[in-house]
C-alpha cells in the first residue's frame, strides 16, 4: 500500500500564495508521475498540474504562469506553488501518484490519491 499526505491548503487573500506539499510513502518500487486535481462539490475533477519522473509537465491553461509543480524525488514528494490566487482557484486539492510496486519478480502500477486538502481564496 501507498499513502499519500498532503499539506499546506488554507485560506488565503486574493493575490496570494500558498504551497501544497504532498509525501508519498510505502511500498514504492518507483514513482512514474505525480499531480495535482482539484474538486468543486458537483463537479468534474479537474486536472491541475502534472509532473512525470522525468521532470515533463503540465498545466491546466486557467493556471498557466501562475502555478509550478516540483518534486523532490528523494523525498517522493511532489509540490505545488500557487501565486496570484484567485477566488476561483478556491476547491479542495487532491494529490495523485502513479507508483509502480514490486512484488516477487513482478512489477505493477497503481494510481493512489490522496484526502485532499482545502484551498480557499477571499476577494
Known amino acids: 500500500q501507498v499513502q499519500l499526505v498532503e499539506s499546506g491548503g488554507g485560506l488565503v487573500q486574493a493575490g496570494g500564495s500558498l504551497r501544497l506539499s504532498c509525501a508519498a510513502s510505502?511500498?514504492?518500487?518507483?514513482?512514474?508521475?505525480m499531480g495535482w486535481y482539484r474538486q468543486a462539490p458537483g463537479k468534474q475533477r479537474e486536472l491541475v498540474a502534472a509532473?512525470?519522473?522525468?521532470?515533463?509537465?503540465k498545466y491546466t491553461d486557467s493556471v498557466k504562469g501562475r502555478f509550478t509543480i516540483s518534486t523532490d524525488n528523494a523525498k517522493n514528494t511532489v509540490y505545488l506553488q500557487m501565486n496570484s490566487l484567485k477566488p476561483e482557484d478556491t476547491d479542495v486539492y487532491v494529490c495523485?501518484?502513479?507508483?509502480?510496486?514490486?512484488?516477487?519478480?513482478?512489477?505493477?502500477?497503481?494510481?493512489?490519491w490522496g484526502q485532499g486538502t482545502q484551498v480557499t481564496v477571499s476577494s
Open positions: 495523485n501518484a502513479e507508483v509502480t510496486q514490486k512484488s516477487g519478480n513482478s512489477y505493477y502500477t497503481y494510481n493512489y
Open positions: 509532473i512525470t519522473s522525468g521532470r515533463s509537465t
Open positions: 510505502g511500498s514504492i518500487f518507483s514513482i512514474n508521475a
